[in-house]
């Protein structure tokens, strides 16, 4: 028989028992996105209508010039690095930004994101976990510029 | 102001809960998706043809899975496989370190590229830097390490 429909324990085919992991999955991950993005949603909004995001951006405008982002979306790196990519997307989605600069965003943040959990697992790989978090956020931010040097 | 701040809650919930359903529609079949390989051990199959990659890259045969599990997994979601799989497969110092330079600079591609691009990123300039470096980086790496070694 095919391996696809095989059933040698008596467990039934194994894209059931995946299926099954997966609605547990699937559940994990909608309460997880819920409780990530709302609030940064939130946040982000109040931010910007109370006129304090435009408060702590201007300091921030000369820097976020680099890598050719409005001064706001120095929020998008710290909830993207600090907490996770959802919280960035969070904070990004009400701001109007342009397709070169969220690719920036996603680029510098892909590679350096949710440094504090993602240390936890790297530490199991090697010692040198916190030398490799400095890496990511070096990396990220570098060659974040280059790309936005090419593509702005 | 306070009032116009309450005034806007219930808009900002709503695009709140939009950008929820957007990223449960791409992430969801993903998830299904990820369990389906993993039941049918695509993770956990051989793949010889990758070997000079891995070769180049500073990894032996044994890398394939973590690295695997890392790139399409991610870090938190593999890792399970991952550090189990680089654990069993009893990978030299030099190896483990190649494999999580790889990794930090470059996991769950799909996930994570999907997030930005459903906010109107370009996939290309997300996803090939950011492999390319990953990929350079660790080659460098194995390049040196082996330098090393010869003196």
């Keep these: 028989m095919h391996p696809l429909f095989a059933t040698p324990d008596g467990t039934g085919p194994p894209w059931r028992a995946a299926l099954g992991s997966a609605v547990i999955r699937g559940r994990k991950f909608l309460v997880f996105l819920l409780l990530n993005i709302l609030p940064f949603y939130l946040l982000s909004e109040l931010l910007s209508a109370s006129g304090a995001l435009a408060y702590i951006s201007g300091f ?3 820097v976020m010039g680099l890598w050719g ?6 929020t998008v790196l710290v909830a993207g690095m600090l907490v996770n990519l959802y919280a960035a997307a969070a904070v990004a989605a009400p701001l109007a930004l342009s397709w070169q600069q969220v690719s920036v965003l996603g680029f510098i943040l892909g590679i350096s994101h949710s440094l504090l959990m993602e240390a ?3 530490r199991q ?5 916190q030398g490799l978090t400095l890496l990511r956020v070096v990396l990220g931010l570098g060659a974040g510029w280059l790309l936005a040097l090419m593509i702005c | 102001m306070l009032g116009k701040l309450v005034g806007m809650l219930p808009g900002a919930m709503g695009g709140g809960l939009i950008l929820c359903a957007e990223i449960a529609a791409v992430v969801l079949p993903l998830i299904i998706g990820y369990e389906m390989a993993k039941a049918y051990g695509v993770f956990e199959r051989p793949w010889p043809r990758l070997r000079p990659l891995l070769a180049w890259l500073g990894l032996g045969p044994g890398a394939l899975v973590p690295l695997l599990a890392g790139v399409f997994l991610g870090l938190l979601y593999g890792a399970g496989v991952l550090v189990s799989a680089s654990r069993e497969q009893g990978l030299a110092a030099g190896e483990r370190l190649a494999l999580a330079v790889f990794l930090v600079t470059c996991h769950a591609v ?5 997030i930005f691009v459903l906010l109107g990123g370009s996939a290309f300039w997300i996803l090939v830097p950011r492999l390319v470096l990953a990929l350079g980086l660790t080659a460098w790496l194995a390049r040196r390490g082996r330098r090393r070694m010869q003196t």
């Design chain 1, 60 to 62: 921030l405008a000369p």
């Design chain 1, 120 to 122: 936890v697992v790297v």
């Design chain 1, 125 to 129: 790989l090697t010692p040198r976990y």
């Design chain 1, 69 to 74: 982002l409005p001064p706001e979306a120095a």
């Design chain 2, 110 to 114: 799909v996930e994570d590229t999907a």
